[in-house]
């Protein structure tokens, strides 16, 4: 598509439920990132796909948080029995470039999520 | 591990005005650099990067950003601010080092303008 696209836009649950928020990179793009965004706190680091190599998952909060990305396009992120301190907005990114440090991402708009 | 500063949380400036938004990083050898702008419900987009030569990089909507090794810095300027300037403003660096793909950003300064 023409650009990073992410669902839902804005989702409220109840602490304890499980969420699943889906990312849909720029065709081509090979490298995917998870970030997420808390109010005052900056873009905080969650996940990296590259490929057909193994993610990198350090910085996953918890084991609450997992992550997927099937075929080397869709991505998505889930948090299980979800808290109040994940309430925040998830933004997902993606890259044409694999070479280390010099990505320059695409962003999406992000899925805010509010957890009561 | 990389690190950024963005020692302003939040700027106010009149439109017309110059603007120069401040960024340190800390990293141990020639790091890649950013600047993005995140306006309301958006997500981030690329204002402009430095990964080497010329250290004075030239980017959209009319901004620069000068990159000084010996100060860590990579401030961001623009001579003469818009309204639609307001947002919130990231600095990021990436690690130039193999197997480091991550980002690590700044906590963003806010730009409020004033007409």
């Known amino acids: 598509g023409a650009g990073v696209s992410q669902s839902p836009s804005n989702k409220v649950t109840e602490k304890g439920k499980d969420v699943e928020l889906r990312c849909d990179p720029i065709s081509g793009h090979t490298a995917l990132y998870w970030y997420r965004q808390s109010l005052g706190q900056g873009l905080e680091f969650l996940i990296y796909f590259q490929g057909n190599s193994a993610p990198d998952k350090s910085g996953l909060p918890s084991d609450r948080f997992s992550a997927e990305r099937t075929g080397g396009s869709v991505s998505t992120l889930t948090i299980q029995r979800t808290q109040q301190e994940d309430s925040a907005v998830y933004l997902c990114?993606?890259?044409?470039?694999?070479?280390?440090?010099?990505?320059?991402?695409?962003f999406g708009a992000g899925s805010r999520l509010t957890v009561l | 591990a990389q690190s950024v500063t963005q020692p302003d949380i939040h700027i106010t400036v009149s439109e017309g005005a110059s603007l120069e938004l401040r960024c340190n990083y800390s990293?141990?050898?020639?790091?890649?650099l950013f600047w993005y702008v995140q306006s309301p419900g958006q997500g981030l987009q690329l204002l402009l990067k430095y990964f080497s030569g010329d250290t004075l990089v030239q980017g959209i909507k009319g901004f620069e950003a000068e990159f000084k090794r010996s100060q860590s810095s990579f401030n961001l300027r623009k001579p003469s601010v818009h309204w639609s300037d307001a947002a919130e403003y990231f600095c990021?660096?990436?690690?130039?080092?193999?197997?480091?793909?991550?980002?690590?950003f700044g906590k963003g300064t806010k730009l409020s303008v004033i007409p």
């Open positions: 990021a660096v990436g690690a130039a080092g193999a197997g480091s793909y991550q980002l690590t």
């Open positions: 990293y141990g050898a020639t790091p890649y």
């Open positions: 990114a993606s890259s044409w470039s694999d070479r280390a440090g010099a990505n320059v991402l695409t």
